[in-house]
């Protein structure tokens, strides 16, 4: 089983991007997704986690009005779209799978992709 990300890179601050999260070897379907992000030093923060169905969404405060998470199961997939990026948005990004709703105790866990917005 393993969840893989995709869609980090450079932006300027105010610019977009999308990162993608695709997961196999497990019913995913079945699984609440969240988006984590970690800066070294700092604990790793949750940012938003969407239900198995796709109907439920949270997202922390500090990317509210910001990012929008989406999930597609009948392709295994997860989105986050990112706008209006601000250098403090700068960090690893994770996706993760679990039966918990806005737990940090998630079942799978995908490497991480590098997102690094300049001013």
């Known amino acids: 089983a393993q969840m893989v990300e995709s869609g980090g890179g450079a932006v300027q601050s105010g610019g977009s991007l999308r990162l993608s999260c695709t997961a196999s070897?497990?019913?995913?379907?079945?699984?609440?997704m969240g988006w984590f992000r970690e800066v070294q030093g700092k604990e790793r923060e949750g940012i938003s986690w969407?239900?198995?169905?796709?109907?439920?969404?949270y997202y922390s405060d500090s990317v509210k009005g910001r990012f929008t998470i989406s999930r597609i199961n009948a392709n295994n997939t997860l989105y986050l779209q990112m706008n209006s990026l601000k250098p403090e948005d700068t960090a690893i990004y994770y996706c993760?799978?679990?039966?918990?709703?806005?737990?940090?105790?998630?079942?799978?866990w995908g490497i991480g992709t590098l997102v690094t917005i300049s001013s």
């Open positions: 993760a799978a679990g039966h918990n709703w806005r737990s940090h105790n998630m079942d799978y």
């Open positions: 070897g497990f019913p995913s379907a079945n699984y609440h």
């Open positions: 969407i239900s198995s169905d796709g109907i439920r969404t």
